[in-house]
């Protein structure tokens, strides 16, 4: 069975961290761009970071620069996003997904795999 698998998430404090893991079972996610989404309660689901298939590229949208970190380790075939300094905003479902051929970093569309979220609720 093909699945993404996030995990990680958990209540934290706002200015507190976590560290989400996103990993893969039938196939690697060393083949794909791996992208971070997230969606709160009456919200779009919206992209928070992307990384290509090297790491060597990175995005992330605004609201989160200088707060969130995309990593991955190919070697453990696993993604990480190490979020710092969360604020009540950010609580949300958070999601992993893979695409083969992904040509908007933020675009859900051109994602072919993806869990079943993980939740992450800031909140004092």
């Known amino acids: 069975q093909l699945q993404v698998v996030e995990s990680g998430g958990g209540l934290v404090q706002p200015g507190g961290s976590l560290r989400l893991s996103c990993t893969a079972s039938g196939f690697t996610l060393t083949h794909g761009v791996i992208g971070w989404f997230r969606q709160a309660p009456g919200k779009e689901r919206e992209g928070v970071s992307g990384?290509?298939?090297?790491?060597?590229?990175?995005n992330y949208v605004d609201s989160v620069k200088g707060r969130f970190t995309i990593s991955r380790d190919n070697a453990k075939d696993t993604v990480y996003l190490q979020m710092n300094s969360l604020k009540p905003e950010d609580t949300a479902v958070y999601y992993c997904a893979m695409g083969s051929s992904v040509y908007n970093w933020n675009d859900a569309r051109d994602y072919d795999y993806w869990g079943q979220g993980t939740q992450v609720t800031v909140s004092s």
């Open positions: 990384i290509s298939r090297s790491g060597d590229f990175t």
